[in-house]
Protein backbone atom coordinates (compact mmCIF):
# COMPACT_ATOMS: atom_id res chain seq x y z
CA UNK A 1 0.00 0.00 0.00
CA UNK A 2 2.66 2.28 0.71
CA UNK A 3 4.22 1.80 -2.54
CA UNK A 4 1.37 2.50 -4.34
CA UNK A 5 0.97 5.73 -2.32
CA UNK A 6 4.68 6.85 -3.10
CA UNK A 7 3.74 5.88 -6.86
CA UNK A 8 0.85 8.16 -6.75
CA UNK A 9 2.49 10.92 -5.59
CA UNK A 10 5.22 10.57 -8.24
CA UNK A 11 2.44 10.63 -10.92
CA UNK A 12 0.74 13.59 -9.43
CA UNK A 13 4.24 15.35 -9.15
CA UNK A 14 4.73 14.73 -12.69
CA UNK A 15 1.76 15.69 -14.49
CA UNK A 16 2.02 18.77 -12.39
CA UNK A 17 5.22 19.67 -13.46
CA UNK A 18 4.09 19.48 -17.61
CA UNK A 19 3.86 22.75 -19.15
CA UNK A 20 1.12 23.19 -22.19
CA UNK A 21 2.93 23.16 -25.12
CA UNK A 22 2.63 26.31 -27.12
CA UNK A 23 0.72 27.15 -30.12
CA UNK A 24 2.19 26.25 -33.58
CA UNK A 25 1.99 28.38 -35.85
CA UNK A 26 2.60 27.35 -39.34
CA UNK A 27 5.39 29.68 -40.76
CA UNK A 28 7.92 31.08 -38.63
CA UNK A 29 8.61 34.43 -38.96
CA UNK A 30 12.73 35.56 -39.90
CA UNK A 31 14.45 38.55 -38.61
CA UNK A 32 14.55 40.95 -41.44
CA UNK A 33 18.16 42.31 -41.53
CA UNK A 34 18.00 46.23 -41.36
CA UNK A 35 19.34 46.98 -44.73
CA UNK A 36 17.47 44.50 -46.86
CA UNK A 37 14.38 43.59 -48.66
CA UNK A 38 12.75 40.28 -48.03
CA UNK A 39 10.99 37.78 -50.43
CA UNK A 40 9.21 34.99 -49.54
CA UNK A 41 9.21 31.69 -51.46
CA UNK A 42 7.61 28.30 -51.55
CA UNK A 43 8.88 24.89 -52.88
CA UNK A 44 7.33 22.40 -55.39
CA UNK A 45 7.16 19.22 -54.34
CA UNK A 46 9.67 16.47 -54.76
CA UNK A 47 12.37 19.16 -54.82
CA UNK A 48 14.92 18.21 -52.65
CA UNK A 49 17.24 20.32 -50.34
CA UNK A 50 20.34 19.95 -52.46
CA UNK A 51 18.74 21.03 -55.41
CA UNK A 52 17.25 24.52 -53.38
CA UNK A 53 20.91 25.44 -52.39
CA UNK A 54 22.67 24.66 -55.60
CA UNK A 55 19.73 26.55 -57.43
CA UNK A 56 19.95 29.70 -55.05
CA UNK A 57 23.72 29.66 -54.39
CA UNK A 58 23.91 29.59 -58.14
CA UNK A 59 22.27 33.01 -58.63
CA UNK A 60 25.21 34.26 -56.19
CA UNK A 61 23.16 34.04 -53.08
CA UNK A 62 23.87 32.74 -49.80
CA UNK A 63 21.59 35.00 -47.84
CA UNK A 64 18.39 32.93 -47.22
CA UNK A 65 16.52 30.87 -44.76
CA UNK A 66 14.60 27.52 -45.64
CA UNK A 67 12.12 25.55 -43.45
CA UNK A 68 10.12 22.69 -43.10
CA UNK A 69 12.18 19.98 -44.29
CA UNK A 70 11.27 16.20 -43.46
CA UNK A 71 13.85 13.37 -42.28
CA UNK A 72 12.96 9.74 -41.34
CA UNK A 73 15.15 7.17 -40.14
CA UNK A 74 14.00 4.26 -38.17
CA UNK A 75 15.81 4.24 -34.66
CA UNK A 76 14.70 3.36 -31.07
CA UNK A 77 13.86 5.93 -28.83
CA UNK A 78 16.35 5.66 -26.29
CA UNK A 79 18.95 7.00 -29.71
CA UNK A 80 16.48 10.04 -29.64
CA UNK A 81 19.14 11.99 -27.74
CA UNK A 82 21.52 11.16 -29.64
CA UNK A 83 19.79 12.29 -32.41
CA UNK A 84 18.84 15.58 -31.11
CA UNK A 85 22.38 16.12 -29.89
CA UNK A 86 23.74 15.65 -33.59
CA UNK A 87 21.31 18.24 -35.20
CA UNK A 88 21.63 20.77 -32.22
CA UNK A 89 25.38 20.69 -33.09
CA UNK A 90 24.95 22.67 -36.38
CA UNK A 91 24.81 26.27 -36.13
CA UNK A 92 23.43 26.68 -39.46
CA UNK A 93 20.15 24.53 -38.53
CA UNK A 94 17.35 27.28 -36.77
CA UNK A 95 14.74 25.17 -35.22
CA UNK A 96 14.26 21.45 -35.60
CA UNK A 97 11.82 18.79 -34.04
CA UNK A 98 11.98 14.88 -33.28
CA UNK A 99 8.52 13.07 -33.26
CA UNK A 100 8.28 9.03 -32.95
CA UNK A 101 4.48 7.24 -33.02
CA UNK A 102 3.96 4.80 -30.81
CA UNK A 103 2.95 2.23 -33.43
CA UNK A 104 5.31 3.01 -35.99
CA UNK A 105 9.32 2.22 -36.15
CA UNK A 106 10.15 5.19 -38.18
CA UNK A 107 10.94 8.82 -36.54
CA UNK A 108 10.17 11.82 -38.17
CA UNK A 109 12.75 14.55 -37.57
CA UNK A 110 10.70 17.23 -39.00
CA UNK A 111 10.55 21.44 -39.30
CA UNK A 112 14.10 21.55 -40.05
CA UNK A 113 14.80 25.18 -40.59
CA UNK A 114 18.46 26.20 -42.51
CA UNK A 115 19.96 29.97 -42.09
CA UNK A 116 22.74 30.93 -44.87
CA UNK A 117 23.13 26.84 -45.92
CA UNK A 118 25.83 26.91 -48.19
CA UNK A 119 27.32 24.80 -50.00
CA UNK A 120 30.08 24.15 -47.59
CA UNK A 121 27.23 24.27 -44.64
CA UNK A 122 25.06 21.51 -47.30
CA UNK A 123 28.00 19.82 -47.60
CA UNK A 124 28.32 19.32 -43.76
CA UNK A 125 24.43 18.88 -43.32
CA UNK A 126 24.45 16.15 -46.31
CA UNK A 127 27.64 13.97 -44.41
CA UNK A 128 25.18 13.93 -41.30
CA UNK A 129 22.59 12.81 -43.50
CA UNK A 130 24.68 10.49 -45.27
CA UNK A 131 26.24 8.85 -41.99
CA UNK A 132 23.68 8.68 -39.94
CA UNK A 133 21.19 7.25 -43.03
CA UNK A 134 18.64 9.78 -42.66
CA UNK A 135 16.36 9.57 -45.00
CA UNK A 136 15.46 12.94 -46.94
CA UNK A 137 11.24 13.28 -47.26
CA UNK A 138 10.90 16.37 -49.97
CA UNK A 139 7.04 15.61 -50.19
CA UNK A 140 6.55 14.86 -46.44
CA UNK A 141 3.06 14.08 -46.49
CA UNK A 142 1.71 16.52 -44.55
CA UNK A 143 0.21 19.67 -44.95
CA UNK A 144 3.14 22.37 -44.17
CA UNK A 145 4.70 23.65 -47.55
CA UNK A 146 8.60 24.20 -47.32
CA UNK A 147 9.42 27.50 -48.28
CA UNK A 148 12.04 30.46 -47.63
CA UNK A 149 13.08 34.23 -47.70
CA UNK A 150 15.57 35.68 -49.68
CA UNK A 151 17.22 38.21 -48.16
CA UNK A 152 18.31 40.65 -50.85
CA UNK A 153 19.91 44.10 -51.55
CA UNK A 154 18.13 47.64 -50.94
CA UNK A 155 16.68 48.85 -54.13
CA UNK A 156 16.68 44.84 -55.91
CA UNK A 157 13.62 43.59 -54.56
CA UNK A 158 11.81 43.77 -58.04
CA UNK A 159 14.81 42.00 -60.14
CA UNK A 160 15.07 39.21 -57.25
CA UNK A 161 11.54 38.77 -57.43
CA UNK A 162 11.40 37.82 -60.84
CA UNK A 163 14.17 35.82 -60.74
CA UNK A 164 12.59 33.78 -58.11
CA UNK A 165 9.21 33.32 -60.09
CA UNK A 166 10.99 32.12 -63.00
CA UNK A 167 12.70 29.02 -61.41
CA UNK A 168 11.22 25.79 -61.71
CA UNK A 169 11.82 24.73 -58.45
CA UNK A 170 9.70 27.75 -57.03
CA UNK A 171 6.12 27.24 -56.29
CA UNK A 172 5.02 31.38 -55.47
CA UNK A 173 7.11 34.21 -54.52
CA UNK A 174 6.36 37.17 -53.27
CA UNK A 175 7.73 40.39 -52.00
CA UNK A 176 7.38 40.21 -47.91
CA UNK A 177 9.29 43.53 -46.64
CA UNK A 178 10.80 46.45 -48.76
CA UNK A 179 13.88 47.93 -46.79
CA UNK A 180 12.71 51.74 -46.22
CA UNK A 181 15.00 54.06 -48.48
CA UNK A 182 14.32 57.28 -46.19
CA UNK A 183 15.20 57.96 -42.85
Known amino acids: ?41 TL ?13 TG ?12 Y ?20 YIIDFNISKSLCDSFTMINSVDFKYLDSTKLANWSSIVQ ?9 SGWSYNRYGFLYVPNGQETLWLNKLKNLSI ?10 PCCP
Open 59 to 70: LKTDSFELYNFY
Open 44 to 56: NNNVTLKQVVNVL
Open 131 to 139: QQKFIEMPN
Open 170 to 179: ISTANLEYIY
Open 72 to 91: TKAFPNDSMTYYWHIIKSCS
Open 1 to 41: MKKLAVLCVLGLVLVSSCKKDPPINQYKQPVYPLDSGVIGF
